[in-house]
């Protein structure tokens, strides 16, 4: 098995337990991925999917922060950390794809986000290669951020209904 097959992707998005929050929060404390509880308890909230190993345990979090744009059109901002023992190639792609899934899912639903959005924080992410990666998933450059950043977007289209 390669070593991305040991690991499931789970959509969690307005379903998560007090234990699995409680687990996101001691996942974010362990890594000193947040800088305190508090913050990783408000962002449990955002959770959309959680990347587990074969053996259940929490080794990544996608959150999606919901908002309003200027045009009151509601978008999703995409946040995702895999924890340092498990950065595989191929697993950050495969958290995205399914939070893409699960939100075209919602799509269809009265005021669900039109969008998701996201700044590239990581500088290799950022170059050609990881940018069509990302184009692999639907992504597109739509400008920079303040801070230099590429911010990109995808948008969601409605599942389906026949």
Known sequence: MNAIGKFN???VFGG???????????????EA?????????????????????????LAGICTVAL????????FGYLRIYIGRAHRHPGLARRMVRR???????LASEPGAPKRIVANLENEKIAR?????????VGFAPVGMTAQGEV???RRLHQASTT
Do not use: K, N, Q
């Open 33 to 57: 991925a947040l800088d305190s509880a508090d913050e990783a308890w408000r962002r449990s909230w955002e959770v959309a999917c959680v990347l587990e190993d074969d053996g259940g345990t």
């Open 9 to 11: 992707v789970r959509w």
């Open 151 to 153: 911010l990109i977007e």
């Open 67 to 74: 908002g309003l744009d200027d045009h009151r059109s509601g």
């Open 16 to 30: 998560i337990t007090p234990t699995l929050r409680r687990d996101i929060v001691a996942f974010w404390m362990a």
């Open 128 to 136: 050609r290669s990881g940018l069509r990666l990302l184009a692999s």
């Open 99 to 105: 939070m893409v899934e699960g939100f075209e899912a």
